[in-house]
């Protein structure tokens, strides 16, 4: 059991952990369905009145930590979650999550199809004055709304928190992927990109999504390696 435990748990582990997280939010921000809604995620956090760069940008840091705030509590379920069914099922789980993982790779890579589902649709409009609840509300509702292109990479870090068995690696994992999201959203909020830097974004980031489903394929088989090895040797 200790085998299965340790898979991801061990301090070496945590820095590549932590960085794959922070990177697999930039990645899913650049996706190009991404891309499209943040015109419409500006709109909601800061209303339709031209503001100064500082109000905006606070405005866009408090809509960030309400996403990295529902993150955080998703990495603890996930970690809680990762190390009951280990003690329970051990091996079946890992296999359960590997496949998990290959078929989230196979869907960026654009071998498998399959609609992702959105829990929250509707997102609540702000008239631009308030400078922080709003803001918070609905970071929280676009982090569990998601997008179609970002949903894949999203899902197989909640895989891998819960390999990670560690809560406090778990929340750091989804609160870095929820910051890395973020962050293209404040650059283009306080002005420091414009659209047709996003268009330039926007086409190539499809190959992005393609490079991160084959990262995901990788890891999966890497986890199929680490589960079976230890039956190949002892024939």
């Known amino acids: 059991m200790e085998h299965y435990v340790s898979l991801f748990s061990t301090g070496a582990n945590a820095p590549i952990l932590l960085l794959v997280s922070f990177l697999g939010g930039v990645v899913a921000s650049i996706s190009p369905c991404s891309l499209a809604i943040i015109p419409l995620i500006m709109g909601y956090v ?26 955080s509590i998703i990495g603890i379920l996930c970690a809680i979650t990762g190390r009951v069914f280990i003690s329970i099922g051990g091996a079946y789980f890992m296999l359960i999550l590997a496949s998990f993982v290959m078929v989230m790779g196979l869907k960026l890579l654009g071998i498998l199809d399959f609609e992702m589902p959105v829990i929250i649709k509707q997102i609540p409009k702000n008239d631009g004055s308030n400078l922080i609840l709003y803001p918070f509300i609905v970071g929280v509702v676009f982090s569990l ?72 394929v990788c890891a999966a088989v890497y986890i199929f390696y680490k589960i079976f090895i230890p039956f190949f040797v002892s024939l």
Do not use: H, R, W
């Not at 500082?54 to 405005?59: D, L, M, P, R, S």
């Not at 830097?197 to 990262?215: H, Q, R, T, V, W």
């Open 46 to 71: 800061l209303g339709l009145s031209e503001q100064k760069a500082f109000k905006t940008a606070i405005q866009l840091l408090f809509f960030i930590l309400g996403s990295a705030v529902i993150f």
């Open 145 to 216: 709304a998601g997008t179609p292109c970002s949903t894949p990479i999203l899902a197989a870090i909640m895989s891998f928190a819960a390999l990670a068995n560690k809560i406090l690696l778990a929340i750091l994992m989804l609160f870095l992927f929820a910051i890395g999201q973020g962050l293209i959203i404040l650059i283009v909020g306080v002005g420091l990109s414009k659209v047709k830097s996003m268009n330039k974004i926007a086409s190539f980031s499809d190959y992005l999504l393609k490079f991160s489903g084959l990262l995901l």
